[in-house]
């Protein structure tokens, strides 16, 4: 029969493309539940999704930071039954740390960390009740390695890959399954809305210094980066499915091969000297070159490595 799926955060970006992917699947394998915190933002999802719109995909309410909108969402499902949990939803937060106040990086931790143990607490007991079941999570690659300026995003990410590593375990002997994906970039509103949030910035507290090395840069590498490695969300919806298909599900999953290398590297060193030291010499050494790095970088890039990959194709 149909999987009933449910994703968080569908009105843009990859919850977007994942919902429709699904919703569409030629065998009509799945029921979609997309949820959203403000259903106002339906439009484009709905959309883009057809005539699938009220037949394979349904719309339900979901602010994944709060308490009774969870239960709320989760006990309107038929017999409160997801076979596949999808959480997506995530915010970014870039900047000197002294520019960011404690009350906008609890807000990160709200979302990115709390909102997910909040959607696994709700659906985990009847998954583990019934012996089966999928729980996947958007992380990042940044969940794996600490990235200059990100430091409260990628301590988010890093929180929950350690909390998911932790409860795998314990789902294993229950027949339920936990995934992570770890994206690099990937071209969607994330992008924007976090330009836009630094065009405002004002950094109240910072050093001359440390705001020019953010501005002069890290923004101009990181816009490279995005330019030479970006992703689009249907890359990540494909890799989502693939996942979800797969008899035995990963539990880490990159989706751009690009970044094996910056993982392994990490594992490679336990001291965590050869990672520091790599991203101090891209940033503050090469930082015009960084451009050619990265296509020397895309060129490297071999199909050893890409077997150790979760790709879109
Ligand atoms: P996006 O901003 O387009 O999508 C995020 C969605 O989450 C939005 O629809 C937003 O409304 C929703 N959301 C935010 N707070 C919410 C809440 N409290 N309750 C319910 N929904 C909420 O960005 P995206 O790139 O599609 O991001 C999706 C996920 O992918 C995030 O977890 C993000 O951390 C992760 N990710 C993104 C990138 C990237 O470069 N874009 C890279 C790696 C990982």
Known sequence: ???????????????????????????????????????????KLVEAAGNCYGKTLTLLPLDVCSDESVKKCIDSV????????????????????????????????ETNFFGVVRMIKEVMPDMKKRRSGHIVVMSSVMGLQGVVFNDVYTASKFAMEGFCESLAVQLLKFNVNLSMIEPGPVHTEFETKMMDDVSKMEYPGTDAETVRYFKDVYLPS????????????QDIARCTK???????????????????????????????????HAFYNLLFNFGPLMHMAMSILKCLTCSCLRRRTIFPD
């Open 1 to 43: 029969g149909q999987k009933v799926v449910l994703i968080t955060g569908c009105s843009s970006g990859i919850g977007l493309r994942i919902a429709v992917l699904l919703a569409r699947d030629e065998k009509k394998g799945y029921h979609v539940i997309a949820t959203m915190r403000d259903l106002r933002k339906k439009d």
């Open 222 to 233: 990181s816009i490279d980066i995005f330019e030479a490695m970006g992703q689009t969300p």
């Open 78 to 109: 038929k017999d409160r039954h997801v076979d596949i949990l999808i959480n997506n939803a995530g915010i970014g937060l870039l900047g000197p740390l002294e520019s960011i106040s404690m009350e906008e990086m609890k807000r990160v931790f």
């Open 242 to 276: 693939k996942i979800i298909e797969s008899s035995q599900p990963r539990f880490r999953n990159l989706t751009n091969s690009l970044y094996t290398p910056i993982v392994a590297m990490k594992y490679a060193d336990e001291t965590g000297g050869l990672s520091v």
